[in-house]
């Protein structure tokens, strides 16, 4: 096992900016080490605990339960209400979607993203004036829901985010 080696915290901005340009390269396992290291000089720099979360997410569709837990402890780095909300909801929808791209019927995906909308809803109440990306968001899930034809059960379980990673093969 390697001991890693820390960046300076004059780096910090920089890695950051490379970590962007890593996920959108569509490389997000790079993005996140990166995050990692920034995280492990600055733990309470919610940039960085953003862009991991994002690169978590941008790798659902390949990782298991890992990913959502990882996401949701990136998750609980975040203090400001609407990003915690926002952040939060993008979570759901981006497993929803992982979910579906696995070939679920709809119905856990129907659930994660009703449950994606309820935090889009939580953080357009909380958005800063100008900012609809919640809205947006919302709206995508709506038309997802209504291009697919997804629906929940008929009587809706809780959402399982727990150990066993919701019903992902």
């Not at 390269?25 to 995050?35: D, F, K, R, T, V």
């Not at 890992?66 to 926002?86: D, H, K, M, N, V």
């Not at 981006?94 to 579906?100: S, V």
């Not at 889009?120 to 697919?148: K, M, T, V």
Request: aromatic residues 6%; negative net charge.
């Amino acid at each position: 096992m390697f001991e890693l080696k820390k960046i300076s915290h004059a780096a910090v901005p920089g890695a950051l900016a490379k970590a962007e340009r890593y996920r959108l390269l569509n490389e997000p396992e790079q993005a996140e080490s990166i995050c990692r290291d920034v995280l492990a000089v600055a733990p309470d720099n919610e940039s960085a605990a953003v862009t991991l979360l994002l690169a978590l997410t941008d790798q659902f569709r390949v990782r298991s339960a890992t990913g959502i837990r990882e996401a949701e402890e990136a998750l609980g780095r975040i203090r400001e209400p609407y990003a915690r909300a926002y952040y939060g909801a993008i979570i759901r929808e981006r497993w929803a979607l992982a979910i579906l791209a696995d070939g679920d019927p709809g119905h856990q995906a129907f659930e994660w993203l009703r449950d994606a909308m309820r935090g889009y809803e939580q953080a357009g109440a909380a958005a800063p004036s100008g900012n609809d990306d919640a809205i947006l968001r919302w709206n995508a899930c709506a038309r997802l829901i209504d291009s697919r034809g997804l629906h929940g059960e008929s009587e809706p379980g809780p959402i399982d985010a727990g150990d066993g990673a919701p019903h992902r093969r």
